[in-house]
């Protein structure tokens, strides 16, 4: 079984950068697409960032693009989350996420968060 495990959340002030890590911990297992997701007290959780395993293509939510860097590891079976130029409104539990064997399996497997504060 696939069991993803964060790391590398905290407290950091504005305009500061943290960096984030997930790795599978479970059962080896080569998803299609690794990604993260992000959820704020009294919101609904939303998308991140993206990296297909095979090519590295990455994506990114517009509120995120030019201010963190989504990579992976594919033999260490792990993706991060490089994040600069950090502000509150990037205050969040941040969640790793898996797709299936293909990207349109969609994302089938999650960690259990992180949280990442941003003081003004």
């Known amino acids: 079984q696939v069991q993803l495990v964060e790391s590398g959340g905290g407290l950091v002030q504005a305009g500061g950068s943290l960096s984030l890590s997930c790795a599978n911990s479970?059962?080896?297992?080569?998803?299609?697409?690794m990604g993260w997701f992000r959820q704020a007290p009294g919101k609904e959780r939303e998308f991140v960032a993206s990296?297909?395993?095979?090519?590295?293509?990455?994506s990114y939510a517009d509120s995120v693009k030019g201010r963190f860097t989504i990579s992976r590891d594919n033999v260490k079976n792990t993706v991060y989350l490089q994040m600069n130029s950090l502000k509150p409104d990037d205050t969040a539990t941040y969640y790793c996420?898996?797709?299936?064997?293909?990207?349109?399996?969609?994302?089938?497997?999650w960690g259990q968060g992180t949280q990442v504060t941003v003081s003004s």
């Open positions: 990296v297909l395993r095979n090519g590295g293509s990455t």
């Open positions: 996420a898996w797709t299936g064997l293909t990207y349109t399996s969609g994302w089938n497997y």
């Open positions: 479970g059962q080896s297992f080569f998803s299609a697409a």
